[in-house]
Every structure is written in structure tokens, then in C-alpha cells.
């Protein structure tokens, strides 16, 4: 019996890191991204060498949107060394996050769920993350995940995660 878990949990892990290659964003500008699960992190074709934040955010989320400036600042301030990823997941489709985006004035990478499913469903199974947001996964320079939290951060907390980071 304990063969038969061990073999099924081998197998699992085995079709979740399948799962990464090849995946693809596509923001609300149309720019795709090719996304490739590594055994420390993602690779995030364009954007190596960066920090890159990744949320996971709702639209109806008042967390979420308080933290879209503290996200803006930080964009404006690092914009050559950091890539800020936000994914829509409370349902919005590509033309209701592009237009959240532009009203909010949002200047990093606006994405929906539908132009992401398999990739939010990969972050889900790795992280073991089950909806709550907003929900944030960082990659240091080399695309290493170095942390990962559900829950707002302030702009101090992001600031001092990116000089941590960005070393």
C-alpha cells in the first residue's frame, strides 16, 4: 500500500511539472509571454533578469485595489529591473481587465484569467494556493520563487521585498 501512495505521489508531481512547458500570458496589450516551470522558479520569457511580482488579484477586492498604486510607484521607480505580473481572477474576461487597467491607470502587466488559465492553475497546484487574494509570488533576478504570500503588502513591505530581492 505505502508503494502504491509513494508511486501515485510520484506520478502527480510528475504531471505537475509537465504541466509547465510550454505556458503563455497574454496581457492586455496582446504581448505573450512563454512561461516555463523550472525546478526553483519560472523562467518568464522577456523578463529575465528582473524581479518580477506576480499578484493574483480580484477586481471586487478592496485589498487588491488599494495596493494598485503602491504597485504603480514601484513600477515607475524600478522600471528597468522589475516586472510586476497582475492576473485577474474574480472572472473579469481580457476586455473588462483592460479596461480596469485603464482606469485605475495601471503601468505594469495587466493579465485575465482567461488569457492565463494554465498558468494560474500551475501556480495553484504549486503553490498549493486555493483562491485567496490578493495573492503575490516573487522571483528573485535568477526566476527563483523567494516568496510567496496571500494578502496585501505596503508599499514599504514591496519595497523592501524588492531590494531584497533585486541583491
Partial sequence: MRKLLTAALLLVSMLTF????PMTIT???????NVTGTEQGLTIE????????????????????ASIPHMNHLQKKYQDKLAIIAIEVQGYNNEEVKKFAQEHKINYIAVSEEK????VYY??????????????VALDTKGDVQFVQAGMLSEPELEQLYTELSK
Fill in 18 to 21: 509537465a504541466q509547465a512547458a
Fill in 27 to 33: 496581457d492586455t496589450k496582446g504581448k505573450t509571454y
Fill in 46 to 65: 522577456g523578463l529575465e533578469g528582473k524581479v518580477v511580482f506576480l499578484e493574483f488579484f480580484g477586481h471586487k477586492c478592496p485589498p487588491c485595489i
Fill in 116 to 119: 492565463a488559465s494554465d498558468f
Fill in 123 to 136: 501556480i495553484q497546484q504549486r503553490a498549493q494556493w486555493r483562491g485567496s487574494i490578493p495573492f503575490m
